[in-house]
Nanobody, 128 residues
Framework: QVQLVESGGGSVEAGGSLRVSCTIS????????MGWFRQAPGKEREGVAI??????????GDSVKGRFTISQDTYKNTLTLYLQMISLKPEDTAMYYC?????WGGGYCRSSTDFRYRGQGTQVTVSS
């Protein structure tokens, strides 16, 4: 089992920055792949970013490339996943979910929208 708890998020004006965090605990094998996806009301889930525990499998959704950065940090056996967001746009408004998944063989990570485990989500609202 894997537990994920998001924090951060909130409201910001367009062009601003925000960072969301997620602490991940539980099975390390089951959370080899880590990432974020988002979902806005009435829209489908959208993969935002992926990283694995070795810092590989780095991938960003086309709509956030160059603006969002995913990273991870381990301190005192606690792994925290971050998503730094800059140059935010109103279309970035959504519920952001932290998610984790086992590797699908050969160290491969699938889309974050399909990850097995996810947190409760944290709201990001960007006003124009």
């Amino acid at each position: 089992q894997v537990q994920l708890v998001e924090s951060g998020g909130g409201s910001v004006e367009a062009g601003g920055s925000l960072r969301v965090s997620c602490t991940i605990s539980g099975s390390t094998d089951s959370s080899y792949c880590m990432g974020w996806f988002r979902q806005a009301p009435g829209k489908e889930r959208e993969g935002v970013a992926i990283i694995d525990r070795n810092g590989g499998n780095l991938h960003y959704g086309d709509s956030v490339k160059g603006r969002f950065t995913i990273s991870q940090d381990t301190y005192k056996n606690t792994l925290t996943l971050y998503l730094q967001m800059i140059s935010l746009k109103p279309e970035d408004t959504a519920m952001y979910y932290c998610a984790a998944d086992p590797s699908w063989g050969g160290g491969y990570c699938r889309s974050s929208t399909d990850f097995r485990y996810r947190g409760q989500g944290t709201q990001v609202t960007v006003s124009s």
